[in-house]
């Protein structure tokens, strides 16, 4: 079990399609965001309600679930929000990926604690520096003012760790 027949893999792999991850495309949530908020209302015959688009996690998550688990997410808090404030709105998005967020990140502090220091120190900065730029949706500036480091020198440290193109 878990094996994808072969002969039905090369059947339906004629023109392969490469979408990158969802965590790679934050401009693409607030968008599939409304979409969804939209859809979900039609489909279930629910007021569509109005989640805040700028919520923090909502960037900073990985989504291993793609576009799937956001739509997921937006149904989730559609249908368990129907009458409830825009606050109590946010409180359930945060919950719900804050509980998905700490068991990954349980699961990543286990790994940093078999790293001598100097590797746990840069796998630390590489991870809060890309959560931070997708926060910022790839604004250098920014991200450099927040995190409290001049803007060339935010430059040679993402030089320094490896991280290119984050948008």
Known sequence: MGNFREDLY??????????????S?????????????????E????????????EELLYSYDWPGNVRELRNLVERVSILSSNEKKTD?????????????????DDSLKNVLSYPLKEAREKFE???LTSQIKKHKGNISKT???VGMERSALHRKLKTLGIKGIN
Do not use: M, T
Not at 43 to 54: A, F, H, R
Not at 89 to 105: P, V, Y
């Open 89 to 105: 709105i946010n409180n359930l998005i945060n919950d719900s990926l804050i509980q998905k967020n700490s068991k990954n990140e």
């Open 25 to 41: 495309r934050p401009d693409d949530i607030p968008i599939l965001i409304n979409y969804f908020q939209k859809k979900i209302s």
């Open 10 to 23: 090369h059947r339906i792999n004629v023109v392969p399609i490469e979408i990158p991850k969802l965590s």
């Open 43 to 54: 489909i279930n015959g629910i007021p569509e309600i109005k989640l805040n688009v700028d």
């Open 126 to 128: 590489k991870d809060y």
């Open 144 to 146: 450099a003012e927040f």
